[in-house]
């Protein structure tokens, strides 16, 4: 494994350093620098410290794993491949992502999957294990989006105005969000056991990454949300 300092080296001399590197290489003393491991695809990467704005941007296959926090846009516009956080993450992750998964332990930031959209065969996929801000799945038109709410004791694990313009795609939310309000445009409904079966591989993921017991996170009532069939947002985004 090729170990690079990044102390005193900012984003260009970052990717630089990780294009000449072995396959599994570690960044140890991050701090704030953006733009890590941009469209990266063949790289097994272990991020120590908290990288800055959009770690991974149009990853197309790379591994990342981020032992502290990261900042906003983690995965912005990736393509396919897998960001695992052991910590809390910014605003707007995901953003129109369409393929791979971003899995985060802790908390995350607003806007979390805004514009995310499948593509073809892929089916992108963000899982917080915490709670998110307000505008959960702003204009999502594709993807899985799946909140575990695992450090909240009290309130609503996400915030206000969640699928606001939603159009596609399915969140799962481990709550019986009898105490959130969603648009009229979508569906809010009791999971079903089809939809746990859905859900497991997911979660399953999560716990091997975390540790966690996934019999514990799925003893819970979950809620899932989708378009509404006659959703008029749809006819804004998507051709007949």
């Not at 995310?116 to 993807?143: C, H, R």
């Not at 990454?209 to 947002?233: K, Q, R, S, W």
Request: with cysteine.
């Amino acid at each position: 494994m090729t170990t690079i300092n990044t102390i005193g080296l900012d984003h260009q001399a970052i990717n630089e350093e990780l294009r000449k590197a072995e396959r599994s290489c570690a960044l140890v003393g991050c701090l704030g620098q953006r733009f890590i491991a941009t469209g990266a695809s063949d790289k097994e990467l272990v991020v120590e410290g908290t990288p800055g704005n959009a770690l991974g941007a149009y990853l197309n296959g790379a591994t990342i794993i981020v032992r502290g926090n990261a900042q906003d846009a983690v995965g912005d516009t990736m393509n396919e491949g897998l960001i695992a956080v052991y910590g809390n993450i910014g605003d707007a992750a995901g953003y129109a992502m369409r393929g791979g998964r971003i899995y985060a332990q802790g908390d995350a930031g607003y806007r979390v999957g805004v514009h995310m959209k499948a593509y073809k065969d892929k089916i992108p996929v963000v899982v917080i294990g915490g709670k998110t801000g307000s505008f959960l799945g702003e204009y999502q038109a594709g993807g899985v989006i799946v909140v575990l709410g695992l450090t909240s004791k009290k309130g609503p694990i996400i915030g206000d105005f969640p699928c606001t313009g939603m159009h596609g795609g399915k969140l799962f939310l481990r709550s019986d969000c009898a105490d959130i309000e969603f648009p009229k445009q979508v569906t809010a409904r009791r999971a079903t056991a089809e939809d746990l079966d859905e859900l497991k591989g997911y979660v399953d993921e999560f716990c091997a990454l975390f540790g966690d017991d996934p019999n514990e996170i799925l003893d819970a009532p979950f809620t899932v949300v989708t378009p509404d069939v006659a959703n008029p947002y749809k006819q804004m985004y998507v051709a007949n």
